[in-house]
């Protein structure tokens, strides 16, 4: 039974280029999260996709960042013209929707910015 | 707005000592509250959860209580191992929110031999 698969587990990217993030969420869940770690600090939620669906991305910043789940495949989180800050580990979580299960996580991508 | 906040670490301990990580929540109603433990280089696992005031969540000798009162979820464990040195995050999550997870900023457990 898989469980929540995201590639790569790191990525190199320098300033400028695009960081494209995937996350596979565990079978029978259609509620995907990405969550952001930045070096010594707790994770931040960042948007939360359901099936071809943006349900909340109020954690997102508003420009070079953007999310989509389709109905076939993976999520992708995909950050434009990558600066230093953006260098962090990525989380995406994945759930079944229902009432009080809780999320399961991916082993991250850590995104290091040159 | 909600919020989680977690004893600072790192917390150092020998083998065999008991271990309690505070947390404590600012939250309108009645959130469901987690803890979830990271190894180095890995994802969040979930450790322990509870979805109601005064209910229980226990794990791998891990306890910890909704307590509304207090607004609190302590992490207790009566003999940690080497083998617990991880990071400890609480979390809470509201139903009514699409159970986005609102983090602690973790506690840095060392446990030595």
């Known amino acids: 039974n898989a469980g929540v698969m995201q590639n790569p587990r790191h990525l190199v990217r320098r300033r400028g280029q695009e960081a494209r993030l995937r996350c596979s969420p565990m079978?029978?869940?259609?509620?995907v999260y990405w969550y952001r770690q930045l070096p010594e600090e707790g994770l931040k939620f960042m948007v939360y996709l359901q099936k071809e669906n943006i349900i909340d991305e109020s954690g997102m910043p508003k420009e070079r960042f953007s999310a989509e789940f389709p109905k076939e495949g993976p999520s992708i989180l995909r950050i434009q013209q990558v600066v230093r800050g953006d260098s962090a580990a990525y989380f995406c979580?994945?759930?079944?929707?229902?009432?009080?299960?809780?999320?399961?996580f991916g082993d991250g991508t850590r995104l290091s910015i040159l | 707005g909600n919020s989680v906040t977690q004893m600072e670490g790192p917390v150092t301990l020998s083998e065999e000592a008991f271990l309690t990580i505070n947390c404590t929540y600012t939250?309108?109603?009645?959130?469901?509250l987690f803890w979830y433990v990271q190894y180095p280089g890995e994802g969040l696992q979930l450790l322990l959860k509870?979805?109601?005031?005064?209910d229980k969540g226990s794990n791998k000798g891990f306890e910890a209580t909704y307590r509304k009162e207090t607004t609190s979820f302590h992490l207790e464990k009566g003999s940690v191992q080497v083998s617990d040195s991880a990071v400890y995050f609480c979390?809470?999550?509201?139903?009514?929110?699409?159970?986005?997870?609102?983090f602690g900023a973790g506690t840095i457990l060392r446990v030595k031999s």
């Open positions: 079978k029978g869940h259609s509620h």
């Open positions: 509870a979805t109601k005031a005064d």
């Open positions: 979580a994945s759930s079944p929707g229902s009432y009080n299960q809780p999320q399961h």
């Open positions: 939250a309108t109603g009645y959130p469901s």
């Open positions: 979390a809470l999550s509201y139903m009514e929110y699409g159970n986005k997870l609102v």
